[in-house]
């Protein structure tokens, strides 16, 4: 892996290891535990200031047979050096070398040291090792000073250079776990201690030059390994950004400049910068070789980072042995819009309209065209308003509940100066009718004001069309415009304190009028998690599951016992499930709409 041309930038990879399978434990705010050491160096001395990163959290838990099965973190910490799990604390130690960090955690924890001059240590605390409110002493941990290299750096005229990038990388490996960058003082001399034995890729660098890289190998020696380096005067690049309508110049538009690999463009700029005021951007300290010129406008900056821009939106030439190059841009456009109803010629309101670049008018080479969108919500008028357009054929799709909408969008063509009038979209109400009573599956009478929701789907990214009603006094719901069979429909009915409803009919198989909704009322579990000695267990996962273990088991919500040892589930319909916690499960049936169960788990 090479080491970057221009910048090389401190890596943190952040690893949240939070799989929790079958009956893992979670945070307890109540459960609190405390872990103190001291810290030494090679010579037994205490060493002072250094920081110290305690992390706690869940870890890797399963709940097959036998004693729950903990696979800790420390594995993931030996691959990546700064793990960020659910929490992490950092305290400095003190004048004695010692610390003592607070935590919030029922299940394991990971204490790293990492000082610039010493090897990483990383200690794992065992979770049998936790209780509430203990203290963990983990001792003495020894710093080793590792491996070190350093040297002087030359400038071009033969002088040491002051205040240069020197970086070093560990080759030979999948992730970026030890960059170090460092300056060098007034005497040009660099010093990087404390690296584990290895091969590495060491390069030095200013503003004004071409990064100088030599091969180490580095090992523990009572003298550093020496590396000197001659900085090289690299080149310029001047691009001048131009606004294709009328050549002027335009500042404020970010430029990245990109070396051309082997395996084509990878957008991990080597530099990027700002067109100033007079639409101009300079990069100094290039090599001579082919680059990738990016040039992003301010409306979609938001992209970068994030998402591969691509043409039209971010222009892209490909250069070597050239001193300036001019890239003009399509200037910004603002597409203005109504749309009304077809058959009332009233305005549609409140509806999402999202706007995506053709992918067949558009050039894909560089990026999935359904990257880049912007959307808005229509006005009480009607109207919308887009900005951010350039010249194309563009897609507008809607989300429009209860209207025909081709599935495709839209489709217009944006000419270079915008549309000269406004853009009129008549959208048709839907014909399609169902309607249905909802009543108390106990009494038979019918249930007012509940929440009847239906929904079509035909593979859309927001959906075709979702439609919510109240039933009546007399428990009677309908929809008038739906829009028809050839859609799947799933209808679902929700009202607090009973279960929820759901039914699911496939393309061409609605009917007119639903058979009557009978709604439950829930039913709820309640109980204490004791240990073998009786006491409480916090922190625990409960799990109601219709079945026994593999197979067609389902899981129902879940809880953690409190710091009592109590727990609570409620929305469960009548009949038998298994309270699974740990490695043991108990049955539990629920006869009777609304009926409370409780039970003790040891």
């Given amino acids: 892996m090479p080491m970057p041309t221009k910048n090389i930038v401190a890596v943190c990879l952040t690893i949240i290891a939070a799989i929790l399978i079958g009956c893992s434990n979670n945070t307890s705010d109540s459960f609190k535990w405390t872990v103190c050491g001291r810290v030494v160096g090679p010579k037994n001395q205490p060493v002072p200031d250094v920081p110290v990163y305690a992390y706690n959290g869940g870890g890797y838990q399963t709940c097959s047979d036998g004693p729950p099965k903990v696979i800790p973190w420390k594995r993931l910490a030996e691959q990546y050096p700064t793990p960020s799990y659910f929490s992490t604390i950092q305290e400095y130690t003190d004048k004695n070398g010692e610390f003592n960090i607070t935590l919030e955690s029922p299940v394991n924890g990971l204490v790293i040291v990492r000082h610039p001059d010493y090897l990483q240590v990383e200690k794992y605390i065992e979770p049998n090792r936790l209780r509430p409110d203990n203290t963990i002493d983990i001792g003495i941990i020894a710093l080793d000073s590792g491996a070190s290299v350093t040297g002087v750096v030359t400038g071009t005229d033969g002088t040491p250079a002051r205040n240069v990038d020197v970086g070093l990388y560990q080759r030979d490996i999948s992730y970026d776990e030890y960059i170090r960058l460092v300056k060098t003082d007034k005497q040009g001399r660099y010093i990087i201690k404390g690296l584990p034995d290895g091969k590495y890729a060491l390069a030095a660098w200013d503003e004004y030059s071409t990064p100088c890289e030599k091969e180490i190998d580095i090992k523990k020696s009572d003298k550093p390994a020496a590396i000197d380096f001659t900085l090289q005067l690299g080149g310029t690049l001047t691009v001048l950004v131009q606004n294709r309508v009328d050549d002027s110049l335009v500042p404020g538009y970010a430029v990245y400049l990109e070396p051309r690999v082997p395996s084509g463009f990878t957008f ?14 300079t990069f100094d300290g290039l090599e001579d070789r082919e680059y990738w010129i990016l040039v992003v406008p301010p409306d979609q900056l938001h992209a970068v980072g994030h998402i591969l821009p691509w043409p039209p939106f971010s222009p892209h030439y490909l250069l070597k042995d050239e001193a300036s190059v001019t890239i003009k841009v399509d200037p910004a456009i603002a597409l203005k819009g109504r749309i009304i109803d077809a058959n009332t010629s009233q305005p549609v309101r409140e509806f999402r309209i999202t706007a995506l670049p053709d992918g067949k008018a558009f050039d894909k080479t560089y990026g999935n065209p359904w990257e880049i969108n912007s959307d808005t919500i229509t006005s009480p008028s009607g109207e919308f308003i887009i900005d951010g357009f350039r010249p194309g054929r563009w897609l507008l799709r809607l989300n429009a509940d209860g209207y025909i909408v081709p599935k495709d969008g839209f489709s217009v063509d944006i000419p270079v100066g915008g549309l000269k009038d406004k853009l009129e979209i008549s959208l048709n109400p839907g014909t399609g009718k169902i309607n249905g ?64 409803w759901e039914i699911k009919f496939e393309q061409n198989k609605r009917p007119a009028i639903i058979e009557p909704i009978q709604l439950e009322y829930v039913c709820t579990l309640k109980g204490r998690y004791l240990d073998a000695n009786g006491q409480p267990v916090p922190g625990a996962k409960i799990i109601l599951a219709k079945g026994e273990g593999r197979g067609k088991t389902y899981h129902l919500p879940q809880t953690t016992t409190k710091a009592d040892g109590s727990f609570e589930i409620t ?6 499930y298994f309270v699974h916690y740990h490695d043991k499960k108990e049955p539990v049936k629920f006869t009777k709409p609304g009926e409370v169960v409780s039970v003790v788990l040891k």
């Fill in 268 to 281: 991990r700029p080597t530099d990027a910068k700002y067109t100033n005021l007079i639409g101009k951007a």
């Fill in 437 to 500: 009573t909802v009543l108390d599956a106990q009494t038979g009478n019918p249930l007012a004001g509940v929440k009847v929701n239906v929904y079509e789907w035909d593979g859309r990214p927001f959906g075709a069309s979702s439609l919510d009603t109240l039933t009546d006094t007399n428990g009677v719901f309908s929809f008038n415009t739906l829009l028809g069979n050839e859609f799947p429909l799933t209808i679902r009915v929700d009202k607090r304190g009973y279960v929820k």
């Fill in 571 to 576: 929305d469960i319909p009548k009949g038998e």
